[in-house]
């Protein structure tokens, strides 16, 4: 299995970005997708995630700016980012919890794209 995320980039501050992110491999099913990002010197964090069903969890920072949305047709979740902040900028990571044939529910994680927002 293999997340391939993409989308990342510079941008100014009060721009928008498009992260996209697609699971393939031998996957059963997929349950819940989402993002997180590490910025410079800190830990990575929650952005956001949706659920099969289309629920969405958001970190309060990211609330009304950032929206997860999901193809499940084609195992792909993505991420439109508006009014970005150059406290946006970090590394984000696309993360599914999925299943594989005969196996129990795993962790995967994208290689992570780099999003800048800066003058």
């Known amino acids: 299995v293999q997340l391939q995320a993409s989308g990342g980039g510079l941008v100014q501050p009060g721009g928008s970005l498009r992260l996209s992110c697609t699971a393939s491999?031998?996957?059963?099913?997929?349950?819940?997708m989402g993002w997180y990002r590490r910025a410079p010197g800190k830990l990575r964090e929650l952005v956001a995630t949706?659920?099969?069903?289309?629920?969405?969890n958001y970190a309060d920072s990211v609330k009304g700016r950032f929206t997860i949305s999901r193809d499940n047709a084609e195992n792909t979740v993505y991420l439109q980012m508006n009014s970005l902040k150059p406290e946006d900028t970090a590394v984000f990571y696309c993360?599914?919890?999925?299943?594989?044939?005969?196996?129990?529910?795993?962790?995967?994680w994208g290689q992570g794209t780099l999003v800048t927002v800066s003058s």
């Open positions: 993360n599914a919890n999925l299943y594989r044939v005969g196996y129990g529910p795993e962790n995967y």
């Open positions: 491999g031998s996957i059963f099913s997929i349950n819940v």
């Open positions: 949706i659920t099969t069903g289309g629920n969405t």
